[in-house]
């Protein structure tokens, strides 16, 4: 069996790490621990992890954010993986910093990535996976937050919780959207501030 998984993010130095890049991170840490790299192919990068008997296809979009729907379509028809084998992993303003939410379809929540693989896919009946990012930024500073990076501390809260969301990839391939979701949501809930540390990444712009 053959998944498409999609890490949402902005390529380019001045987005590596930052808040809206958490996909990234995910399949970035995913690869290293299973020893593959990622190559620069059409629409993004991808990466191919076999884990028993199961075949993943990483996908980090090159499309930049908006047009994250151009490089999904084209490597689901490429690979010709069905929509239910596909999984989108995208940071979440509207969860606590660091929880976790699989979901098996959705709106796109005011998510411009989302917006448009719905718009490409003609659906949002897909699974995806929402990695809170947290919301602690003044009206207006919305864009500025979502493109700040991390603090040290959050980083490290932060690779804990990706340590989680690989586990759920691998029990997506197995196990399917509802039983992934039954075994890993609640583990995958973090109460408000439990995440948040002192530092530059969660302090208000301009403070």
């Known amino acids: ?3 498409l998984i999609v890490g949402l993010g902005n390529i380019g130095d001045e987005y590596k790490d930052t808040r809206h890049n958490v996909g990234f991170n995910v399949l970035d840490t995913f690869a290293g621990q299973s020893g593959e790299t990622f190559n620069d192919r059409r629409y993004g ?3 191919e992890i076999k884990y028993k008997g199961r075949l ?16 999904v379509g084209y490597w689901l028809k490429k690979e010709k ?8 992993i995208v940071d979440d ?7 976790i939410r699989m979901r098996s379809k959705g709106s796109d929540g005011g998510h411009n990535g989302l917006a448009h693989i719905n718009q490409i896919l003609g659906t949002n009946e897909y ?8 919301n602690n ?5 919305r864009v500025n937050f979502v493109l700040s990076r991390w603090s040290h501390e959050e980083k490290q809260f932060l690779d804990e919780r990706i340590a989680l969301v690989i586990e759920m990839i691998k029990s997506f391939g197995f196990s399917g959207t509802e039983l992934t979701m039954t075994a890993f949501n609640k583990a995958g809930r973090i109460s408000k501030g439990e995440g948040e540390k002192p530092g530059p990444g969660n302090q208000q712009p301009g403070n």
């Open 81 to 88: 993986i069905p929509f239910e084998n596909l999984l989108v």
């Open 137 to 141: 930024f003044n009206k207006g500073s």
């Open 1 to 3: 069996m053959k998944y």
């Open 127 to 134: 699974a995806r996976i929402r990695i809170g990012i947290g």
């Open 56 to 71: 993943f296809v990483l996908l980090k979009p090159a499309t930049y954010m908006n047009l994250s729907g151009n490089a």
């Open 45 to 47: 990068s991808v990466c």
């Open 93 to 99: 303003l509207a969860l606590p910093l660091g929880s």
